[in-house]
């Protein structure tokens, strides 16, 4: 069982930053075999997928956040981060911290990213 602690969100201006983490707990040394990935749910939207990492760093970013949002990962720490820069309206939701490995998906439980115009 991995346990995922997300942090650093919060509220922030339009065009400001906010760094967000996760610690995955639990992942022993399975940590570099998952995908790791940031999912964001806005009110009344479905949960999108914002980017992921695999263990050699390859990364994917949905169309909206290219340029602005970096993920990065640290197999050592078992930590995945998400840089997002010039933060817009529209990227205001609850941001999940993700691990998948074949048939196991791991959820953290949230944290608040909101961006004032």
């Known amino acids: 069982q991995v346990q995922l602690v997300e942090s650093g969100g919060g509220l922030v201006q339009a065009g400001g930053s906010l760094r967000l983490s996760c610690a995955a707990l639990?992942?022993?040394?399975?940590?570099?075999?998952?995908?790791m990935g940031w999912y964001r749910q806005a009110p009344g939207k479905q949960r999108e997928l914002v980017a992921t990492?695999?263990?050699?760093?390859?990364?994917n970013y949905v169309d909206s956040v290219k340029g602005r949002f970096t993920i990065s990962r640290d197999n050592v720490k078992k930590t995945v981060d998400l840089q997002m820069n010039s933060l817009k309206p529209e990227d205001t939701a609850v941001y999940y911290c993700?691990?998948?490995?074949?048939?196991?998906?791991?959820w953290g439980q949230g944290t608040q990213v909101t961006v004032s115009s």
């Open positions: 639990g992942s022993g040394s399975l940590f570099s075999f998952y995908v």
């Open positions: 990492i695999v263990s050699g760093g390859s990364t």
């Open positions: 993700n691990a998948h490995r074949s048939a196991y998906d791991f």
